[in-house]
């Protein structure tokens, strides 16, 4: 269980990132942030595994206030949390297995991860991932040979490498098509129902946030300004969250082509 | 809206603003005074011009040629001493930039007084020319090979590791952050995700270090630094040209086959 208390959130430059976010994010939920760029959106998902680190309140991972981990704490928790990312994050040199082995980094003793001596079971479960997200072919392709769908698909192996409890995903399908954003959505999808992953991913597109969502939360300016089911949600209350009218680049489209 | 479109024509807008322009044509005409200005005084200093240059070629040709080419086997050793004084020093600079490089990249090191501590000592080996350290060197481990040995790796170790850290500041820093994520160490995540963008490079600046070595162990031989410097520096001494004219000749061959492999294996790398 994820928990916000009172976070807040000031960067060094004086911009407010987070004002006052007060969530509860339960077990095996699929939650979608959504909001215009800029609202914290990244500034929310990265506090989760603190590549940012709020400046007040208090967030707890499974009842631990993280808010004053270092370094061994630090690397528990982002063991345990998962993270895909808008633009791949592949070491673009490397192959795919190297990449997605590194989802074990975590878990694998220094010396052991840079002579590359990974368990028998580190390897299986690397190979396995790949199979799930469809991309085992790929194997030994190197990153950077392949279409930014299948370095999102490799990117998701990573993550299910990492056998983490928690994926955070940040504007995964972003850089993507539309058939392809849905794939990786329905990927995504999957890995939570099956796996019972609690997954919060941010995306500013509304059909997609009504077709995938559990559970929706709209942010504007730092501040969460709707929390609800998926059900609940219509068009009217996209146009309060983004507090302007719903134009045609708000929405992804293409969910009957994939 | 015509009219407008009209009236921009004909004003013919300038591509860049009245004051960029003065600035831009200021700045050109004083760098050209400065050329001016330090051509007029060189030209001063020197006696006979270019036309004394061109008789006293002769006179060299004369003295250099025929190289007597049966020194070859002579000279081979010596040759072989330099190549390898260019390959320890290349080597021990290559293991010692590493971790120098990393410390003195500011997007890994985030702590700011090491980087700038290191960033500085770099910059203070870096002002030494790689003679006054021969120099130095010679004159407090006498003369031979390990005084130019040392030189040299001080010499490059300035170079490669101001090129690295340059290398390594321009990385894409999403893998970085990608391995940071999944719980990796510091060790674990320059090793996965910086090494594997910096390796091409490295090795190709490592390789142009060796070449440079090679030239510069050259140079170094002629204060007593071993090697084939060291053969040359007393031919020419001894006013013995032909011979001289030989280890340049082998110099050349040897710099000019060094290069064409180096290149090759770069081409392949990158």
Do not use: C
């Not at chain 2, 820093?173 to 999944?182: G, H, I, Q, T, V």
């Amino acid at each position: 269980m994820i928990e916000f208390k009172d976070v807040g959130l000031v960067y060094p430059n004086g911009t407010e990132g987070l004002k006052n976010i007060n969530v509860k994010i339960n077990e095996g939920e699929f939650v979608v942030i959504v909001g215009l760029s800029g609202a914290g959106k990244s500034t929310f998902i990265r506090s989760i595994n603190r590549l940012v680190t709020p400046t007040s309140g208090s967030l707890l991972v499974d009842g631990e206030d993280i808010l004053n981990y270092h370094s061994g704490n630090l690397r528990k928790l982002r063991t345990k949390v998962g993270m895909i990312f808008q633009n791949y994050n592949l070491v673009k040199r490397s192959n795919v297995f190297k990449n997605v082995l590194a989802g074990r980094l975590g878990h694998t003793g220094t010396l052991r991860s840079i002579l590359n001596l990974y368990s028998k079971e580190d390897k299986s479960l690397a190979y396995e991932s790949l199979n799930r997200v469809n991309i085992a072919e790929k194997l030994y392709n190197r990153a950077d040979e392949l279409s930014g769908g299948q370095q999102q698909r490799v990117s998701i192996a990573r993550v299910l490498t990492q056998k983490p409890k928690y994926i955070l995903a940040d504007e995964p399908v972003a850089s993507l098509d539309p058939p392809t954003s849905h794939q990786v959505m329905t990927y995504l999808k999957k890995i939570n129902k099956e796996d019972k992953i609690t997954t919060i991913v941010n995306l500013h597109f509304i059909d997609m946030a009504m077709e995938y969502a559990d559970r929706i939360i709209g942010m504007r300016a730092g501040e969460v300004v709707f929390d609800g089911p998926a059900s609940e949600v219509t068009e009217k209350t996209f146009e309060e969250i983004y507090g302007r009218s719903i134009r045609e680049d708000d929405l992804r489209g293409g969910a009957d082509e994939s | 809206m015509t009219n407008e479109n009209q009236s921009l024509v004909q004003k013919s807008v300038p591509l860049y603003p009245a004051k960029t322009k003065m600035q831009v044509t200021i700045i050109f005409f004083v760098v050209l005074g400065i050329y001016a200005f330090s051509m007029f005084w060189t030209q001063k200093e020197m006696v006979n011009g270019f036309g004394g240059a061109l008789g006293n070629m002769y006179v060299v040709i004369e003295k250099f040629f025929p190289p007597n080419l049966s020194i070859l086997p002579a000279i081979w050793n010596a040759m072989m001493q330099t190549i390898q004084m260019a390959i320890i020093a290349t080597t021990v600079a290559a293991i010692l930039t590493v971790p120098l490089a990393v410390l003195s990249a500011q997007n890994i090191t985030t702590f700011k007084p090491l980087y700038v501590l290191t960033r500085t000592f770099l910059n203070l080996l870096r002002t030494i020319p790689d003679l006054v350290l021969a120099v130095i060197f010679v004159g407090l481990f006498g003369v031979g090979v390990f005084p130019g040995i040392l030189a040299l790796t001080i010499f490059s170790l300035g170079i490669l590791a101001k090129l690295i850290s340059e290398t390594i500041e321009s990385v894409d820093m999403n893998p970085l952050e990608a391995m940071r994520a999944s719980g990796g160490n510091v060790f674990q995540v320059i090793w996965y995700a910086l090494v594997p963008q910096v390796l091409p490079q490295f090795t190709s600046l490592v390789l142009y270090v060796f070449e440079i070595n090679i030239r510069a162990s050259v140079v170094l031989g002629l204060v007593g630094a071993g090697g084939i410097g060291l053969v040359l520096n007393q031919q020419l001494k001894f006013y013995n040209y032909p011979n001289a004219m030989t280890v340049i000749l082998v110099i050349f061959a040897v710099v000019l086959i060094i290069e064409y492999i180096s290149n090759k294996i770069r081409e392949a790398l990158i």
